[in-house]
C-alpha cells in the first residue's frame, strides 16, 4: 500500500475563504500545503453558468457594501481584476407590486406597507430582546402585527428573506455602505477566485495546473490526535498533515459528511446546531424576446400572492446583458426546497403562471429555464449561514474555535460578515493567521523544550566526552530524538 503523503496544511474546499487562507499560508512562507477540493472546481457556492448565449451566477452575485467609511476587500478584488459590474437598487421592487390581475399597487400603498413592516419587525426584535426565550410578551411588550394580505406578505417576504431580516443596520452596509453592485461579467464573479489562486499556484492559460489542488477529492473522515492529522477521501486516499483547515459550509457540517475521530466536542456541535442554514435559489429563465417593463426603478418586481414566497422576487438582466431577454425569480427556504424537489418543467408552469397573472395570456413561453440545487447539492447544503437575531457572539465563536489540530473557516465563522462573499474571504485570512500564529508557537514551545534537554544533558555529557565524542556516542544510547535538534551541541539536523 502506498504510504499516505504528508504536508503542513490541508485545506478542505476551495471556495473563496478556503482559497484565501491558503494564500495567506503560502506567502507567509507555509507552501507546503494541499486542497482537497470535493467537486470538480474552485469558487464554491460562487459559480457562474452559461445560461441563454450569457454567462449567469448561481450562487453570489452582488458585491455588497460599497460606498462606505471603509473599503470592501472583495470590492478593492473586483477593481484590481477589473469585473465588470452594474449599480443594483432593489428599494425600488416595493413600488412595483402586481397583483394577480396584473395591476400594479398604488406607490403610496406600498409604501405604507413597507413602513409597518419595518416597525413590526423592529417591534419583534425588541420583544424577541425584552423575552429570549419567548415568555410572556403581556409586561410592556406590544404583539407585532402579522401580515395577512397578498401584498404585506410580498413585503414581509422581501422585508425578511430577501433583505434577510437585517431591521438593524448590519456590519457590511454600516462599515462598507449601502450600494450594491451585480456582477455581470463574462468570466463571472469566480474569475475574483482565480486571480486569487494565481498568486501562489501554478496556473498556465488560465487554468491551475498546480499539483497541490487537488479536485474530485471528497473528504469524509478526519483522524486527529496530538501529532496530526490523517484525512481520508471518498476514492480512498489519505494524506496526513500536521494541521487540518475546514472552509466547508455550515450545511455541509451539519450534515455529518465528514466524519471527526474523536468525534467533535459537544460546544462544538452544539453551535453548529444552532446556526440555520438558510436556502435561497435564483431561477433563471429565457425568452424570445422581452415583455416587462425597463428603465430607471423597473429592475427589480415583486408578485403578491397569498402564499408567502410564492415566485414574489423577480428582476430582469436587461441592465446586467442588454438583450438578454433573461429574467430571474428568487425563491427561499419552504419554498426552494419544494421547487428543488420537482422536475423542472413544473417548476417553469408555475412561474410561467405567475407571468400571466402579472403580464397577460398572450406573453410568449420561457424557451429555457435553469434552476440551482443548492439544498440538495451535498458539497453546499443550503445557501448560506444565518445566526439568529437573538444569539450572542458564543455561538459564532465556537463555531469557529480549532478543535486540536482542526481549524475551521467559511462565511459562517464571519463574526461581522456572515452569509456574503467579503465574509468568506476575510474569515479566511483571520484562519490563516490564527494558525500562523499556532505554527509559531510550537514550533517556540518545540526550541524551548529542546533547550531545555540540551541544558540537562551537556553537564553530564562533559564530564566524560569531547563534543565530538558527545556526538558519536549519541547515536548509540536511547535519547529522545529532540536532543538532536538542539544547535549547542553542534548538530543542525536531526542525525537519528
Ligand atoms: C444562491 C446564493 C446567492 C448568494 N448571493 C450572495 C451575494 O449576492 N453576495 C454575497 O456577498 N454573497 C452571496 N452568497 C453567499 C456567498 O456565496 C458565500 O458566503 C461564500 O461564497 C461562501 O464561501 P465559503 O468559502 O465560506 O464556502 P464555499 O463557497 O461553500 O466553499 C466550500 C468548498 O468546500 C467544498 N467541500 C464541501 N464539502 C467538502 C468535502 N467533504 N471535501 C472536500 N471539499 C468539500 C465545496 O465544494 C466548496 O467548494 C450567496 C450564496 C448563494 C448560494
Redesign the pocket.
Known amino acids: 500500500m502506498e504510504s499516505p503523503s504528508r504536508c503542513s496544511v490541508i485545506i478542505?474546499?476551495?471556495?473563496?475563504?478556503?482559497i484565501s487562507t491558503a494564500k495567506v499560508l503560502a506567502e507567509n512562507g507555509v507552501e507546503d500545503i494541499t486542497i482537497?477540493?470535493?467537486?470538480d472546481r474552485i469558487?464554491?457556492?460562487?459559480r457562474k453558468e452559461g445560461f441563454g448565449g450569457f454567462s449567469v451566477e448561481?450562487?453570489?452575485?452582488?458585491i455588497?457594501g460599497v460606498g462606505g467609511k471603509e473599503s470592501n476587500p472583495v470590492w478593492e478584488l473586483a477593481d484590481k481584476s477589473g469585473l465588470r459590474t452594474c449599480f443594483s437598487d432593489y428599494s425600488n421592487a416595493r413600488y412595483n407590486i402586481y397583483d394577480k390581475s396584473g395591476k400594479i399597487f398604488p406607490s403610496g400603498i406600498a409604501a405604507d406597507s413597507y413602513k409597518k413592516a419595518v416597525e413590526s419587525a423592529i417591534q419583534k426584535l425588541r420583544n424577541d430582546e425584552a423575552n429570549p426565550c419567548g415568555g410572556d410578551l403581556s409586561k410592556g411588550t406590544e404583539p407585532p402585527s402579522m401580515p395577512k394580505t397578498p401584498m404585506e406578505l410580498a413585503i414581509d417576504f422581501v422585508l425578511h428573506d430577501f433583505e434577510m431580516a437585517e431591521v438593524e443596520p448590519i456590519s457590511t452596509y454600516l462599515d462598507f455602505g449601502e450600494r450594491e453592485f451585480l456582477v455581470a461579467d463574462e468570466r463571472g464573479y469566480e474569475f475574483l477566485l482565480y486571480k486569487m489562486a494565481a498568486d501562489f499556484l501554478f496556473t498556465s492559460e488560465g487554468k491551475i495546473l498546480d499539483s497541490r489542488l487537488k479536485l474530485n477529492?471528497?473528504?469524509r473522515e478526519l483522524q486527529h490526535s496530538r501529532n496530526g492529522v490523517t484525512v481520508k477521501t471518498e476514492d480512498g486516499s489519505v494524506y496526513e498533515a500536521s494541521y487540518v483547515i475546514s472552509?466547508?459550509?455550515i450545511g455541509?457540517l451539519k450534515s455529518q459528511?465528514?466524519s471527526f475521530n474523536p468525534p467533535l466536542p459537544k460546544w462544538k456541535t452544539d453551535a453548529i446546531e444552532k446556526c440555520d442554514v438558510m436556502v435561497?435559489?435564483?431561477i433563471f429563465l429565457k425568452f424570445p424576446y422581452k415583455f416587462w417593463p425597463c428603465g430607471p426603478g423597473k429592475e427589480f418586481f415583486l408578485y403578491a400572492h397569498e402564499r408567502r414566497g410564492y415566485y414574489t422576487f423577480w428582476q430582469h438582466m436587461e441592465n446586467a446583458y442588454p438583450g438578454s431577454n433573461i429574467l430571474v425569480v428568487t425563491l427561499t427556504n419552504g419554498e426552494s426546497k419544494r421547487v428543488e424537489g420537482q422536475p423542472d418543467g413544473d417548476t417553469l408552469k408555475e412561474a410561467m403562471g405567475v407571468l400571466r397573472d402579472m403580464f397577460g395570456p398572450n406573453i410568449p413561453d420561457a424557451t429555457d429555464i435553469l434552476v440551482p440545487r443548492?439544498w440538495n447539492n451535498r458539497?453546499?447544503c443550503g445557501?448560506?449561514s444565518n445566526y439568529p437575531i437573538i444569539s450572542n457572539d458564543d455561538v459564532v465563536q465556537n463555531i469557529k474555535a480549532p478543535v486540536g489540530r482542526i481549524f475551521f473557516t467559511?462565511?459562517h465563522t464571519s463574526v461581522r460578515f456572515n452569509?456574503?462573499?467579503?465574509?468568506?474571504y476575510l474569515a479566511g485570512i483571520d484562519t490563516g493567521k490564527a494558525l500562523l500564529e499556532e505554527m509559531e508557537k510550537e514550533k517556540k514551545e518545540m526550541e524551548r523544550k529542546s533547550d531545555n534537554q540540551t541544558f540537562l544533558l551537556e553537564p553530564l555529557l562533559a564530564l566524560t566526552l569531547t563534543q565530538t565524542e558527545a556526538v558519536s556516542n549519541l547515536h548509540k544510547c536511547e535519547i529522545p530524538t529532540q536532543l538532536y535538534l538542539s544547535s549547542k551541541i553542534g548538530i543542525q539536523e536531526a542525525i537519528l
Open positions: 478542505i474546499g476551495a471556495g473563496v475563504s478556503g482537497l477540493e470535493a467537486s469558487g464554491g457556492r460562487i448561481l450562487g453570489a452575485g452582488w455588497a477529492k471528497v473528504v472552509s466547508v459550509s455541509v459528511l465528514i435561497y435559489t435564483k443548492w458539497f453546499q445557501s448560506y467559511g462565511e452569509g456574503y462573499v467579503h465574509g468568506g
